[in-house]
Protein backbone atom coordinates (compact mmCIF):
# COMPACT_ATOMS: atom_id res chain seq x y z
CA UNK A 1 0.00 0.00 0.00
CA UNK A 2 1.39 3.15 -1.09
CA UNK A 3 1.64 5.57 2.11
CA UNK A 4 0.94 9.76 1.68
CA UNK A 5 2.68 12.01 3.91
CA UNK A 6 1.13 15.28 4.29
CA UNK A 7 2.60 18.02 6.17
CA UNK A 8 2.02 20.11 8.20
CA UNK A 9 -0.86 18.64 9.98
CA UNK A 10 -1.92 21.74 11.62
CA UNK A 11 -1.98 25.37 9.93
CA UNK A 12 -2.59 28.53 12.25
CA UNK A 13 -2.56 31.49 9.97
CA UNK A 14 -4.07 35.24 9.58
CA UNK A 15 -5.64 36.55 6.61
CA UNK A 16 -3.61 37.43 3.99
CA UNK A 17 -0.71 35.35 4.99
CA UNK A 18 0.59 32.46 1.86
CA UNK A 19 1.12 28.82 2.93
CA UNK A 20 2.10 25.77 1.39
CA UNK A 21 0.84 21.97 2.20
CA UNK A 22 3.35 19.57 1.35
CA UNK A 23 2.17 15.90 0.20
CA UNK A 24 5.15 13.24 0.04
CA UNK A 25 5.22 9.47 -1.34
CA UNK A 26 8.34 7.13 -1.40
CA UNK A 27 6.76 5.35 -4.61
CA UNK A 28 5.58 7.30 -7.92
CA UNK A 29 2.25 8.38 -8.15
CA UNK A 30 0.24 7.42 -10.99
CA UNK A 31 -2.14 10.74 -10.35
CA UNK A 32 -2.70 12.92 -7.44
CA UNK A 33 -6.02 14.83 -5.98
CA UNK A 34 -6.53 17.39 -3.71
CA UNK A 35 -9.90 17.43 -1.85
CA UNK A 36 -10.64 20.41 0.64
CA UNK A 37 -13.06 19.50 2.81
CA UNK A 38 -15.54 21.78 5.61
CA UNK A 39 -16.56 20.78 8.48
CA UNK A 40 -19.57 18.51 8.57
CA UNK A 41 -19.10 17.81 4.74
CA UNK A 42 -17.38 15.38 2.21
CA UNK A 43 -14.49 16.30 0.61
CA UNK A 44 -14.22 18.19 -2.38
CA UNK A 45 -12.31 17.87 -5.36
CA UNK A 46 -10.04 20.59 -6.32
CA UNK A 47 -7.34 19.30 -8.81
CA UNK A 48 -6.05 16.05 -10.41
CA UNK A 49 -2.56 16.28 -11.22
CA UNK A 50 -1.33 13.76 -13.79
CA UNK A 51 1.70 14.54 -15.28
CA UNK A 52 5.51 15.07 -13.50
CA UNK A 53 6.46 19.19 -13.27
CA UNK A 54 3.00 19.58 -13.83
CA UNK A 55 1.50 23.15 -12.16
CA UNK A 56 -2.29 23.76 -12.02
CA UNK A 57 -3.79 27.03 -10.32
CA UNK A 58 -7.46 27.52 -8.85
CA UNK A 59 -7.57 31.05 -8.61
CA UNK A 60 -5.48 31.87 -5.84
CA UNK A 61 -4.36 28.10 -5.34
CA UNK A 62 -1.26 26.84 -6.89
CA UNK A 63 -0.82 23.43 -7.48
CA UNK A 64 2.21 21.30 -8.62
CA UNK A 65 3.13 17.87 -8.97
CA UNK A 66 6.70 17.03 -8.62
CA UNK A 67 8.88 16.00 -11.97
CA UNK A 68 9.82 12.55 -10.08
CA UNK A 69 6.01 12.33 -9.44
CA UNK A 70 6.66 11.30 -5.92
CA UNK A 71 5.37 14.76 -4.57
CA UNK A 72 2.96 17.53 -4.88
CA UNK A 73 2.18 21.04 -2.76
CA UNK A 74 -0.62 23.36 -2.67
CA UNK A 75 0.17 27.04 -2.00
CA UNK A 76 -2.30 29.41 -1.54
CA UNK A 77 -2.16 32.88 -1.80
CA UNK A 78 -3.59 35.74 0.54
CA UNK A 79 -4.71 33.26 2.60
CA UNK A 80 -9.11 34.12 3.63
CA UNK A 81 -10.88 32.96 6.24
CA UNK A 82 -12.81 31.21 3.26
CA UNK A 83 -9.68 28.89 3.05
CA UNK A 84 -10.49 27.65 6.32
CA UNK A 85 -10.81 24.07 6.26
CA UNK A 86 -9.24 20.19 5.97
CA UNK A 87 -6.85 19.74 2.67
CA UNK A 88 -6.18 15.93 1.50
CA UNK A 89 -4.19 14.90 -1.05
CA UNK A 90 -4.81 11.41 -2.36
CA UNK A 91 -2.99 9.20 -5.02
CA UNK A 92 -4.26 6.79 -7.21
CA UNK A 93 -3.06 2.78 -7.11
CA UNK A 94 -0.97 1.76 -10.26
CA UNK A 95 -2.29 -1.46 -11.74
CA UNK A 96 -5.67 -2.92 -11.39
CA UNK A 97 -7.03 -0.81 -8.80
CA UNK A 98 -10.53 -0.20 -9.14
CA UNK A 99 -10.40 3.42 -8.59
CA UNK A 100 -9.01 2.95 -4.88
CA UNK A 101 -7.18 5.74 -3.66
CA UNK A 102 -5.02 6.26 -0.75
CA UNK A 103 -5.02 9.37 1.23
CA UNK A 104 -2.87 11.30 3.26
CA UNK A 105 -3.30 12.04 6.58
CA UNK A 106 -4.73 15.97 5.81
CA UNK A 107 -3.75 19.08 6.92
CA UNK A 108 -6.07 21.32 9.20
CA UNK A 109 -6.25 25.11 8.11
CA UNK A 110 -7.16 27.97 10.36
CA UNK A 111 -7.60 31.12 8.67
CA UNK A 112 -8.10 34.35 10.95
CA UNK A 113 -9.90 37.36 10.33
CA UNK B 1 -22.88 18.48 -7.34
CA UNK B 2 -22.53 14.39 -7.78
CA UNK B 3 -25.54 12.68 -6.59
CA UNK B 4 -24.87 11.00 -3.79
CA UNK B 5 -26.85 10.83 -0.34
CA UNK B 6 -25.95 8.84 2.79
CA UNK B 7 -28.26 8.10 5.70
CA UNK B 8 -28.63 8.04 8.27
CA UNK B 9 -26.83 11.48 8.82
CA UNK B 10 -25.98 10.65 12.43
CA UNK B 11 -26.45 7.82 14.51
CA UNK B 12 -25.84 6.59 17.96
CA UNK B 13 -25.73 3.03 19.33
CA UNK B 14 -24.99 0.64 21.50
CA UNK B 15 -22.29 -1.52 21.74
CA UNK B 16 -23.43 -5.27 20.35
CA UNK B 17 -25.80 -4.16 18.47
CA UNK B 18 -25.98 -4.64 14.25
CA UNK B 19 -25.84 -1.13 12.70
CA UNK B 20 -26.67 -0.61 8.69
CA UNK B 21 -25.54 2.38 6.86
CA UNK B 22 -27.01 3.35 3.08
CA UNK B 23 -24.91 5.19 0.28
CA UNK B 24 -26.84 5.93 -2.43
CA UNK B 25 -26.18 7.37 -5.85
CA UNK B 26 -28.13 8.54 -9.28
CA UNK B 27 -25.23 8.91 -11.37
CA UNK B 28 -24.60 5.25 -12.28
CA UNK B 29 -21.12 5.01 -11.66
CA UNK B 30 -19.50 1.62 -11.43
CA UNK B 31 -17.40 2.41 -8.34
CA UNK B 32 -18.31 2.69 -5.09
CA UNK B 33 -16.31 3.06 -1.58
CA UNK B 34 -16.85 3.18 2.00
CA UNK B 35 -14.34 5.05 3.90
CA UNK B 36 -13.60 5.83 7.74
CA UNK B 37 -12.05 9.26 8.95
CA UNK B 38 -10.92 9.54 12.48
CA UNK B 39 -8.74 12.54 13.31
CA UNK B 40 -4.70 12.33 12.41
CA UNK B 41 -6.02 8.99 9.88
CA UNK B 42 -6.93 11.22 7.01
CA UNK B 43 -9.87 8.58 4.90
CA UNK B 44 -9.04 4.66 5.27
CA UNK B 45 -10.86 2.69 3.31
CA UNK B 46 -13.42 -0.08 4.39
CA UNK B 47 -14.34 -1.95 1.30
CA UNK B 48 -15.25 -0.93 -1.79
CA UNK B 49 -17.57 -1.76 -5.02
CA UNK B 50 -16.65 -2.44 -8.84
CA UNK B 51 -19.96 -3.51 -9.96
CA UNK B 52 -23.13 -4.86 -8.42
CA UNK B 53 -22.62 -7.91 -6.24
CA UNK B 54 -18.46 -7.16 -6.68
CA UNK B 55 -16.62 -6.02 -3.36
CA UNK B 56 -13.81 -6.63 -1.73
CA UNK B 57 -11.57 -5.20 1.53
CA UNK B 58 -10.03 -2.11 1.82
CA UNK B 59 -7.10 -1.61 4.20
CA UNK B 60 -9.60 -1.53 7.87
CA UNK B 61 -12.87 -4.36 6.78
CA UNK B 62 -12.34 -6.24 9.79
CA UNK B 63 -15.53 -5.85 11.72
CA UNK B 64 -17.60 -4.20 8.65
CA UNK B 65 -19.42 -6.19 5.65
CA UNK B 66 -20.97 -4.88 2.88
CA UNK B 67 -23.63 -5.31 -0.14
CA UNK B 68 -24.46 -3.92 -3.39
CA UNK B 69 -27.36 -5.29 -5.07
CA UNK B 70 -28.10 -2.31 -7.50
CA UNK B 71 -25.49 -0.08 -8.83
CA UNK B 72 -27.39 2.75 -7.32
CA UNK B 73 -27.15 1.67 -3.64
CA UNK B 74 -23.97 0.74 -1.11
CA UNK B 75 -24.69 -0.68 2.21
CA UNK B 76 -22.03 -1.01 4.80
CA UNK B 77 -22.92 -2.77 7.98
CA UNK B 78 -21.70 -3.34 11.46
CA UNK B 79 -22.57 -6.86 12.63
CA UNK B 80 -21.93 -6.12 16.33
CA UNK B 81 -20.94 -2.60 16.74
CA UNK B 82 -18.07 -1.33 18.93
CA UNK B 83 -16.70 1.73 20.54
CA UNK B 84 -13.65 1.81 18.25
CA UNK B 85 -16.05 2.12 15.21
CA UNK B 86 -17.20 5.30 16.35
CA UNK B 87 -16.46 7.25 13.45
CA UNK B 88 -17.61 9.79 10.57
CA UNK B 89 -18.17 7.28 7.48
CA UNK B 90 -17.94 8.76 3.53
CA UNK B 91 -18.90 7.03 0.88
CA UNK B 92 -17.34 7.50 -2.54
CA UNK B 93 -18.28 7.42 -6.21
CA UNK B 94 -16.13 7.10 -9.08
CA UNK B 95 -16.71 5.80 -12.95
CA UNK B 96 -13.03 5.37 -13.82
CA UNK B 97 -14.38 4.96 -17.36
CA UNK B 98 -12.33 7.44 -18.81
CA UNK B 99 -9.44 7.09 -16.78
CA UNK B 100 -10.26 9.73 -14.37
CA UNK B 101 -9.80 8.28 -10.68
CA UNK B 102 -11.77 11.27 -9.18
CA UNK B 103 -13.90 10.84 -6.22
CA UNK B 104 -17.02 12.09 -5.33
CA UNK B 105 -18.01 12.34 -1.74
CA UNK B 106 -21.46 12.16 0.05
CA UNK B 107 -22.21 14.34 3.43
CA UNK B 108 -21.00 11.62 5.49
CA UNK B 109 -22.89 9.82 8.88
CA UNK B 110 -21.72 10.41 12.41
CA UNK B 111 -22.18 7.14 13.94
CA UNK B 112 -21.14 7.13 18.06
CA UNK B 113 -21.07 3.34 19.43
CA UNK B 114 -21.58 3.77 23.32
Known amino acids: TQLLEQSPQFLSIQEGENLTVYCNSSSVFSSLQWYRQEPGEGPVLLVT?????EVKKLKRLTFQFGDARKDSSLHITAAQPGDTGLYLC?????????????FGQGTILTVHP | DAGITQSPRHKVTETGTPVTLRCHQTENHRYMYWYRQDPGHGLRLIHYSYGVKDTDKGEVSDGYSVSRSKTEDFLLTLESATSSQTSVYFCAINDAGGGSYEQYFGPGTRLTVT
Open chain 1, 49 to 53: VVTGG
Open chain 1, 90 to 102: GCRAGGTSYGKLT
